[in-house]
């Protein structure tokens, strides 16, 4: 505890370390001839003159005292000049200049000159004797402290004594280790680095990362390595290699197999990230041209060959693609974009067209199968087709357009079809539901029900039934037939077995909660539970592995059967499950509850993903109790400091997001790099990031100019966060350029969604010109160089920034790589840039000469097309990109201008279309008329309801559809509609609020209310909330209601959370009448309501009840201030985002507390608000 105390730098705790040097660091242990006396001696050599001293070369490190004038008689002859700002010198900063401190230090000089002079020299010599004493030494030396010493005392660690310690290396931190290995001399290093390489598995990847930084820096540049030893030496610590590193290697690593094959080996294992693989590929490429590369190439890249560009695929060998097939390719994951480069050259290579594959090809594929679309479907034979279909409909997950044509086409040879057009799925067996379980989902409603349900409930067997994106209301169709096929005795309450529940699979997204409520409570617990850890097989997984799609009132309910089942540990649940568990419930629940000690909650899958940011807010806090760790930068009753890099990775790992910034402030400042590699795995905040990087500057790094590409590496993915000022230091600095690629390659994979379109463009700008010129004159470079492919595949994800003046110079080639996924990120005016471009360089002006590849490539930036190019699309290539096409977000007119390619394509008009048209062009569905969605019939409307993008529709359009579905689903009354067709139909419903009126179909539906409350994420007007909220409150009223009656006052905060924005139409009184605690509990959902159109002296009740509530039940945490959101009052409103500021009248506004950063974000709130 003495020498972790010479930590603490400030406060109360200075004056305790002083009284406990005086009472250890004494002549006696000088005189005394036992051997613990003489090494407790050393260890306070350590103190006084090795941590405190201050000699810590170039790079600033962590110190607690600088003792060194305590020692007049052995001055170095420096004499310390008092700062110019404060008029103190460090050690009168340090030591404060009290009585107290002063007799302390008069003291200690007379005993130092009682020392004998052997003595005397080992401590002027500040540990010079080290390299005298035995090797197990520094085993008494805790490994925070190990990690503190000063370069002046590292250089004397024997080899001997540094192999001795490996084994301690994993409980370092981060900023430990390295300047540990940063410290010692470079024959220590060598005599250790075979040890080390020995533990590698038991480093973490950011610990590797500092091991190979000493490394380069006794070995030389990645790019100098010239010999298989170089590269040999390092072994399974090649996981730390940067991705400027792993891109710069020399052909050496490729001449030989075990070099390679290492690196394949740590992809395979999952030890090699996106960036590391790719420059991997990089090298590979620079070493020999992908034109070059035969099937022993890819073999040699493994896994990681899916890093290579779709324009370098294209230049690889028909005969090695096609070679390496079955045995290398057809193993890995594939994008869109690759796929069908492949597949391309596959056919190719085989010297056949579509037509002419066989099944035996097909199976050569892999799972390059699940990529195949629609139209390449459409033109194998009949083999080849059902090998491609059984295949996706057991294994694969190909788009949900691509699932509904395969489908079809399967079942139609299978089955045969009606004379209206469907499958005649009365003959479906269950062995061919059992064959292809995920072929269901492409099945419409009305084919589901054609099904017998016997056939049904037998194709589940005794394996978790995984039938793909089948939507909730294809699973309900499916289940209510099950249901009806099962004897009395299995229908009875309480009688559904373990097996039986289990087996449902994702089927089980189909059930009523109230059907939850008539299942055994232990047998939910295990089919929730289950999980044979033998196999990675999803139908051997249970059910919290199929409830993805299950709508809230459904996972709420399993969440609460589990838990009464005797599943208590949330973590084992699944996010899907535990997210639902209030924060009431999480208060009360023992930590034995949340995550087991003996996690990794590091790992960014393992149990901390499980929890949602609002219930990591309270985790997090838990771990500042005294029982536990205490605040980051609190001592406990051994004046400790108790945070360390190993407590944050081990113990805290994925609940830091649920830190404050000030949490984050309090961190000591040796575990940052630690807390930086955590956050980096998990979802942190925008502002956690800043803050992070903010401590990072000015504690440890204040200046960028002296980075290299390693020290950038350890910012991790928090690179985005830094300034244009920080970015531009890095780029003058010694390794400038690599510094910028460094930052490059740890962002191309990284989602920049949070971060603003003027930082996207900085980065983007910086990134294009570090990989395409050294010329500093970003106007010569912009008005001169194409974009190249390689450079967009290389920029990745920095793409996003592009400038519209620059979406010109993107190539042909570069057009076709991935650009349709950095559209996703495009605002709209980069997407018309796109666009245009796309005709202009790919079509020669002409929209018509685009090919179905080439929309598909397009992504969202093909909404961006002109009305005009829209019309002159070649409806062959409509239909070729359909797959793709269907799922953009069209205006009415783009609508249906679409549909009019798509009857080309389907040759039949709209008027002759089924249920399965309407559902293969969904969002397109926006471009009807009224009067054709008015004649269709019943059971196209039924199979189609939810293909309809009506939340996006005209007022006159979703008129036409709330008066079809009551019309042909409700008998044409509003009561004759069912309790699924109200969900189908969605927030649509609200625009009628007849439709609110129907107390059992809507205020008792728990999965109506889901829907309709939500309001598709939109504001809700105030007639069409109240009329919701009431209907629910009266419902809820009534005493023959399952559960009971129960009046405003006694709602929890899930009957208060589930209401969603009808809670907006609330009166004063109503409000009044709601329990406060249940109001505060129900917060994480009440903060994202949008309250606008509500009554105002509504709102303020609603605001003062939720203060109220966490005045009930104590005092509200740190964590906690992040679960008010939009409910945010004048007293938190420093803690919110701009966004959230909209709640709030003027007068709330002008009183609020800030400083003039908040000033500045109100300001710019309002000022969007106003353009608005």
Not at 839 to 849: D, Q, Y
Request: proline share 3%.
């Amino acid at each position: 505890s003495l020498y972790q105390s010479a930590l603490i730098r400030e406060g109360t705790a200075r004056d305790i370390l002083l009284h406990k040097l005086k009472g250890n660091c004494t002549p006696r242990l000088a005189h005394s001839t036992r051997p613990k006396a003489e090494m407790k001696l050393l260890l306070c050599v350590f103190l006084l003159t090795g941590i405190a001293a201050g000699d810590h070369d170039s790079k600033p490190h962590h110190r607690a005292f600088d003792f060194g004038n305590l020692l007049p008689d052995h001055s170095t002859g420096t004499k310390q000049q008092p700062d110019q700002h404060t008029g103190m010198t460090d050690h009168d900063m340090h030591e404060g200049g009290t009585t107290q401190q002063r007799k302390f230090q008069n003291s200690l000089q007379s005993q130092f000159k009682t020392l004998p002079r052997d003595k005397q020299n080992i401590l002027f010599n500040r540990s010079d004797q080290l390299s005298h004493q035995k090797s197990d030494f520094l085993d008494a030396v805790p490994t925070r402290v190990l990690g503190s010493l000063p370069p002046s005392t590292l250089r004397h660690v024997s080899g001997k004594q540094l192999k001795g310690q490996v084994s301690r290396f994993h409980s370092m931190s981060l900023f430990g280790i390295h300047n540990l290995l940063d410290g010692v001399n470079d024959t220590t290093f060598r005599y250790t680095l075979p040890t080390m390489k020995q533990h590698a598995m038991n480093f973490t990847k950011s610990q590797a990362r500092s091991t190979v930084q000493r490394y380069v820096s006794e070995r030389g540049k990645v790019n100098s390595w010239k010999t298989k030893q170089d590269f040999d030496d390092l072994g399974g610590l090649r996981k730390g290699m940067t991705c400027q590193q792993t891109s710069s290697m020399q052909r050496v690593a490729f001449d030989d197999d075990s070099i390679a094959g290492g690196f394949r080996n740590d992809a395979e294992k999952g030890n090699l990230d996106k960036s590391q693989r790719k420059g991997v590929v990089e090298s590979k490429k620079a070493q020999k041209k992908p034109s070059k590369w035969n099937s022993d190439d890819l073999k040699q890249l493994g896994p990681m060959m899916t890093e290579t560009g779709n324009h370098n695929l294209k230049q690889i060998p028909d005969d090695a693609v096609s070679g390496s097939m079955r045995d290398q390719i057809g193993k890995q994951k594939w994008d869109d974009d690759q796929s069908r480069t492949l597949i391309n050259k596959f056919q190719s290579g085989r010297n056949r067209n579509l037509s002419q594959l066989r099944s035996s090809d097909m199976t050569d594929l892999g799972s390059l199968r699940s990529k195949m679309g629609t139209e390449q479907n459409r033109k194998l034979s009949k083999d080849a087709f059902n090998n491609v279909a059984e295949y996706v409909g057991k294994w694969g997950n190909p788009k949900s357009g691509t699932t509904q044509t395969t489908a079809q086409r399967y079942f139609e040879d299978k089955l045969g079809k009606q004379s209206n057009g469907r499958v005649d799925t009365s003959k479906l067996k269950s062995v061919h539901m059992t064959r292809t379980p995920k072929l269901m989902a492409g099945l419409s409603k009305t084919e589901l029900r054609n099904i017998s349900g016997n056939e049904l409930k037998m194709s589940i067997g005794q394996t978790s039934a995984d039938v793909g994106n089948m939507n909730t209301h294809q699973a309900k169709v499916a289940v209510d037939k099950m249901k009806g096929n099962l004897t009395r005795d299995q229908a009875m309450r309480g009688k559904w077995s373990e097996d039986m529940i289990r087996s449902l699979g994702s089927y089980m997204s189909g059930f009523k909660s109230r059907d939850i409520d008539e299942m055994n409570s232990t047998h939910v617990a295990r089919a929730v539970l289950y999980d044979d850890k033998k196999t990675e097989n999803p139908y051997h997984k249970g059910l919290k592995n199929h409830v993805k799609n299950a709508l809230p009132s459904m996972q709420r309910k399993l969440t609460q059967k589990t838990r009464a089942g005797g599943e208590t540990k949330l973590s084992k649940m699944g996010r899907d499950l535990s997210q639902h568990v209030s924060l009431r419930q999480m208060r009360s629940l023992p930590d034995s509850d949340t995550v087991d000690d003996k996690d990794d909650k590091d790992d960014e899958d393992g149990p901390t993903s499980s929890f949602s940011r609002h219930q990591k807010f309270q985790l997090f806090d838990r771990f500042k109790k005294p029982s536990k760790l205490g605040e980051p930068d609190a001592l406990d009753v051994n004046n400790q400091t108790k945070w360390t890099g190993r407590q944050i990775r081990e113990k805290v790992g994925g609940l830091l997001t649920g830190a404050t910034s000030d949490d984050l402030k309090k961190l000591p400042i040796d575990t940052i790099p630690d807390a930086m590699s955590t956050l980096g795995k998990h979802d942190y905040t925008h502002k956690q990031g800043q803050t992070m990087v903010n401590s990072f500057r000015q504690q440890l790094m204040p200046n960028f100019t002296a980075f290299d590409s390693s020290d950038v590496s350890s910012l991790g993915p928090m690179v985005d966060q830094l300034y244009g000022k920080d970015l531009d230091d890095l780029r003058r600095g010694t390794n400038g350029r690599n510094n910028t690629k460094q930052v490059v390659c740890q962002l191309r994979n990284k989602d920049l969604t949070r971060n603003s379109h003027q930082k996207r463009n900085d980065l983007f700008n910086r990134g294009l010109e570090a990989l395409t010129s050294e010329d500093k004159s970003r106007n010569r470079r912009a008005a001169t160089r194409e974009i190249s492919a390689d450079t967009v595949d290389k920029l990745g994800n920095l793409m996003s920034g592009i400038d519209t003046r620059d979406i010109p110079k993107l190539s042909s080639e570069a057009l076709e790589t991935k650009m349709g996924e950095f559209a996703k990120l495009f605002n709209g005016t980069q997407r018309k840039e796109l666009a245009d471009h796309v005709v202009r360089k790919l079509g020669g002006g002409h929209a018509s000469m685009l090919r179905g590849s080439h929309l598909s490539n397009m992504g969202p930036a093909a909404q961006n097309l002109s009305d005009d190019h829209l019309r002159s699309l070649n409806p062959t290539a409509v239909g070729d990109a359909l797959d793709d096409l269907r799922n953009l977000n069209y205006s009415r007119m783009q609508g249906s201008i679409m549909l009019g390619h798509a009857e080309k394509h389907f040759n039949r008009t709209v008027q002759q279309w089924n249920g399965n048209h309407f559902r293969r062009v969904k969002n397109m569905n926006i471009g009807h008329k009224p009067g054709t969605i008015r004649n269709m019939t019943a059971d196209d409307l039924d199979d189609s309801l939810d293909s309809f993008p009506s939340q996006k529709m005209d007022s006159d359009q979703q008129e036409a559809l709330r008066d079809a579905v009551k019309m042909k689903l409700g008998g044409g009354s509003v009561q004759g509609i069912s309790e699924d067709h109200l969900v189908q139909l969605g927030t649509v419903a609200n625009g009628d609020r007849t439709f609110l009126g129907m107390r059992t179909k809507f205020a008792d539906s728990e999965r109506s209310i889901d829907v309709l409350g939500h309001n598709g994420g939109q504001a809700m007007d105030r007639p069409t909330a109240q009329a919701g909220f009431n209907t629910i409150k009266s419902k809820r009223m009534q005493s023959n209601r399952p559960g009971g009656s129960k009046d405003l006052s006694q709602y929890d905060s899930t009957d208060i959370s589930n209401m969603g924005e009808f809670i907006t139409g609330a009166s004063e009184r109503d409000i009044n009448m709601l329990n406060a605690t249940a109001v505060a509990d129900a917060l994480p959902r009440l903060g994202q309501n949008h309250y606008q159109n509500m009554d105002s002296s509504a709102f303020n009740a609603l605001r003062q009840k939720a203060s109220q509530g966490r005045s009930i039940r104590g005092a509200l945490s740190a964590g906690e201030a992040g679960e008010r959101g939009t409910l945010a009052g004048s007293d938190d409103t420093r803690n919110y985002e701009p966004k959230h500021l909209q709640a709030m009248s003027p007068d709330t506004l002008k009183n609020m507390r800030t400083d003039a950063a908040q000033v500045s974000a109100i300001y710019w709130w309002l000022a969007v608000q106003a353009h608005v």
